[in-house]
């Protein structure tokens, strides 16, 4: 693996994490879903140009997609072969209201690592 390979994995690690892609630092928030707008440390910026942040809500959906099917895929495997509608409806919703909440804050992060990947690489 070449060291732009190690380096851009680590970006996107950091990102993955919640914390700075560019240094790792924590604490970048604000409050619980307002990400600040420089990192703390090394005061890397985190607003980028208009729209930049539409990357983030699609990451944001994605992320949450995924993690839906992970639930009524493992809901079936537990209830086969009686099937029922409610147990599995059940963790599917709760999983379909709170990731989106709770996964927003690491989509932005990870966006922001994604997008100093794809610029650094340009």
Not at 58 to 78: A, D, F
Not at 84 to 93: C, E, F, G, H
């Amino acid at each position: 693996m070449s060291d732009a390979t190690k380096s851009n994995l680590l970006i996107i690690l950091r990102g993955a994490v919640g914390s700075c892609p560019s240094c790792g630092a924590r604490k970048l928030f604000g409050s619980r879903m307002r990400l600040s707008g420089k990192c703390p440390s090394c005061e890397m910026d985190f607003d980028g140009p208009p729209g930049h942040w539409v990357g983030s809500v699609g990451m944001n959906t994605i992320l949450c997609v995924i993690l839906l099917l992970l639930t009524i895929v493992v809901s079936t495997l537990l209830l086969w072969p009686n099937l029922k509608v409610i147990p599995m409806l059940l963790p599917a919703l709760i999983v379909g209201f709170v990731s989106p909440i709770f996964l927003y804050p690491i989509s932005q992060t990870l966006w922001t690592a994604i997008d100093l990947v794809i610029r650094k690489e340009k």
